[in-house]
């Protein structure tokens, strides 16, 4: 079953605080992302990542910084949460480019 | 740079109608464009997509889209809409990362689409 799985699906942190959101697919996908998404907004990509330790910024890397030391397991770290960080973040993964991307159901993250 | 509009932040119709959701993008290169859907409380799930050729492509659920260079869209379609298609529908655009290192994928802000029974 392919599948992307995040967790934890909702987390209250209050400001100051250092968040871990973790991701993991079943696929064997070497690509691998992390999107915000805000009312109004859409999604933004945060970071991407081509496979184990190569990892690139997205259109808004600020505030993030991500982890990838093994294929199926992704994480995004943000140190000194703030309340403007209170989003959606899904992950995604895909097998390379032109490709279906698979989304995970998403971390609802609230900065108090 | 890339970027992909979606005009119509809202879409209402009744059962039955046709639908047709409009999506235009800014690319330098030949788009590789894609449609995702998401469900009330779900993830995204993909559509369709156009790399080349056939300039109307079919996907699932019963969707399709139009692509069209002249005016640089990719708009997508069904008939007749069901309720069930009620939900957030999301244009995207493949390209390249600034940095060359790879591709990324860019959404529009979406169309939340209604359809009443």
């Known amino acids: 079953d392919m599948k992307v799985t995040q967790m934890p699906r909702y987390l209250i942190k209050r400001m100051g605080e250092n968040v871990l959101l973790e991701c993991g697919q079943d696929?064997?996908?070497?690509?691998m992302y992390w999107y915000r998404q805000d009312p109004g907004l859409g999604l933004q990509l945060i970071y991407i990542?081509?496979?184990?330790?190569?990892?690139s910024e997205g259109d808004i890397p600020k505030g993030y910084r991500v982890s990838r030391k093994k294929r199926e397991h992704f994480s995004l770290i943000l140190d000194s949460a703030k309340t403007n960080q209170t989003s959606v973040y899904f992950c995604?993964?895909?097998?390379?480019?032109?490709?279906?991307?698979?989304f995970g159901k998403g971390t609802r993250l609230t900065v108090v | 740079a890339q970027s992909v509009d979606q005009p119509d932040a809202h879409v209402t119709l009744s059962e039955g109608a046709s639908l047709e959701l409009r999506c235009s993008y800014s690319?330098?290169?030949?788009?590789?464009l894609f449609w995702y859907v998401q469900y009330p409380g779900q993830s995204l799930q993909f559509l369709l997509k156009?790399?080349?050729?056939?300039?109307v492509v079919k996907g699932t659920k019963g969707f399709e889209a139009e692509f069209r260079k002249s005016n640089s869209s990719f708009n997508l379609k069904k008939s007749p809409a069901h309720w069930s298609d009620s939900a957030k529908y999301f244009c995207?655009?493949?390209?390249?990362?600034?940095?060359?290192?790879?591709?990324?994928?860019?959404f529009g802000k979406g169309a939340k689409l209604t359809v009443s029974p």
């Open positions: 156009y790399i080349t050729g056939d300039t």
């Open positions: 995207a655009l493949e390209g390249w990362l600034q940095q060359g290192t790879g591709s990324k994928l860019s």
């Open positions: 690319y330098s290169a030949a788009p590789y």
């Open positions: 990542s081509y496979d184990v330790d190569s990892n």
């Open positions: 696929m064997s996908h070497e690509t």
């Open positions: 995604a993964s895909s097998s390379g480019t032109i490709t279906e991307v698979f």
